[in-house]
């Protein structure tokens, strides 16, 4: 069924930029019906992903998008990496596309200096997943624009296949986004673009595996969806310490700026390479204070609260009264 959507827009979208923009039935088609059933496939694989479908905003872009989003790594085309379909209205074909944010590259560095960094890290890409660039096509995509961020999809391709509407496909374009889906998360498992020395830095290990489970796990305690979600389902107490922060503290702020933290108490060393699931909510998470998320984090094993709760030698008070001096 996608891929018949797809066709319909590599087809139509050359006529239908001759129309109205506004109010336009296709544009609406394109962004419910095209990006519902993709969000359907990709919740096959990971519910966490993240679906958008565009065919511009005010006016008709010259190349329409239809994108999966790990929101552990960007939430945008604008920045980071993601899985992506680029239309090409002129020739009427489907690029699937392991790509890169240009946008935000393009500020930094210009556009035509962008678009070498962009083809750079590109290369940094297939290498980082091999195993899976060497399945696909790593030659360029012709989106037949000079626009800038056509420009930019071409320069951020790393790899990827392209498809014609007249051929006979078959199930080779559900197994490629398959496998698409399974280089996804392999690269964000590996720290996407993150160089492996700056990784090993903040890590403060020399053990690869060990760098990257440490790295993808503060991606998912930093991920903003994932604390909202945890916070919302857990009492807002440290379930070490027992720091309540309405308690004492006084706080009567929102749930999202509570003085806790969220952590990921899921060893990752116990997932194999591939495994989808990363974690589970609430289950995989604890909530701490911050000085307890840093001591815990101290500890050979990130995910024993029993261990931590027997270091804490001191008693939480309450109803301390300060004289002003």
């Not at 999966?68 to 899985?83: E, V």
């Not at 830095?201 to 020399?206: F, K, L, R, T, Y």
């Not at 503060?218 to 922060?245: F, M």
Request: charged content about 25%; glycine content about 6%; aromatic content about 10%.
């Amino acid at each position: 069924m996608l891929f018949e959507f797809l066709t319909k827009v590599a087809v139509e979208y050359g006529a239908e930029q001759n129309r109205e923009f506004s109010g336009s039935t296709f544009a609406s088609f394109f962004r419910n019906d095209v990006a519902n059933e993709a969000q359907r496939i990709a919740r096959y694989w990971d519910n966490s992903f993240e679906v958008k479908a565009s065919v511009g905003q005010s006016t008709w872009a010259s190349i329409p998008w239809l994108a999966f989003f790990d929101p552990l790594i960007t939430r945008s085309a604008q920045h980071g990496i993601y899985i992506v379909y680029l239309i090409n209205p002129k020739l009427q074909t489907i690029s699937l596309s392991l790509n890169q944010g240009a946008t935000e590259v393009f500020a930094e560095f210009g556009q035509r200096r962008g678009c070498e960094v962009l083809k750079r890290r590109a290369i940094d890409i297939r290498d980082r997943v091999p195993e899976f660039a060497k399945n696909f096509s790593t030659e360029p995509i012709k989106l037949s624009s000079e626009q800038g961020l056509p420009l930019g999809y071409e320069a951020g391709h790393a790899f990827g296949r392209t498809y014609f509407p007249n051929a006979t496909i078959g199930a080779e374009f559900a197994d490629d986004l398959q496998q698409m889906f399974e280089a996804y998360q392999s690269i964000v498992n590996r720290g996407g673009l993150l160089p492996t020395e700056a990784m090993q830095e903040e890590a403060n290990s020399g053990d690869i595996e060990e760098t990257r489970n440490y790295i993808l796990s503060q991606r998912i305690e930093r991920n903003a969806s994932v604390r909202t979600k945890v916070l919302n389902l857990k009492a807002p107490v440290c379930e070490c310490c027992g720091l309540d922060p309405h308690k004492h503290y006084g706080f009567d702020g929102a749930a999202d700026e509570l003085p806790l933290d969220v952590h990921h108490a899921r060893p990752l060393n116990t997932l194999s390479e591939g495994e989808v699931r990363r974690y589970k909510i609430p289950d995989d998470f604890l909530v701490l204070c911050p000085t307890c998320h840093r001591m815990i984090h101290k500890q050979a094993d990130t995910s024993d609260l029993r261990a931590l709760r027997r270091k804490v030698l001191f008693t939480l008070q309450t109803n301390l009264n300060y004289r002003n001096d």
